[in-house]
């Protein structure tokens, strides 16, 4: 068993940067794609961004491409997402999440295998 904890959520002006880390114990591996997803209420979970096992490959959802970076420290089994120029619409809680592959390009939530319980961004003008 794997457990995700995530930390670096808060309440924000928008336009500011907030950095969620989120770290791994337990049965943890290297050999894991990790990733983050958020949810705002009265909608479904959605995809923000994945790294690969060897943080070579990534993938963003288009809304944070250029904003959101994703990265990892294996020695230290985490896997942080620095934000900049934050929008309202970023407002959610933000999830850390573990897949059992090396590398995978899905989004869909039901993929993963491991989260975290969530941290709350609030974005507001």
């Known amino acids: 068993q794997v457990t995700l904890v995530e930390s670096g959520g808060g309440s924000v002006q928008t336009g500011v940067s907030l950095r969620l880390s989120c770290a791994a114990s337990?049965?943890?591996?290297?050999?894991?794609?990790m990733g983050w997803f958020r949810q705002a209420p009265g909608k479904e979970r959605e995809f923000v961004a994945l790294i690969s096992w060897d943080g070579h490959s990534t993938k963003y959802t288009d809304s944070v491409k250029g904003r959101f970076t994703i990265s990892r420290d294996n020695a230290k089994n985490t896997v942080d997402l620095q934000m900049n120029s934050l929008k309202a619409e970023d407002t959610a809680v933000y999830y850390c999440?573990?897949?059992?592959?090396?590398?995978?390009?899905?989004?869909?939530?039901?993929?993963?295998?491991?989260w975290g319980q969530g941290t709350q961004v609030t974005v507001s003008s």
């Open positions: 999440t573990i897949r059992n592959k090396l590398w995978t390009t899905s989004t869909d939530a039901r993929d993963f295998d491991y």
């Open positions: 337990g049965r943890t591996s290297s050999f894991t794609t």
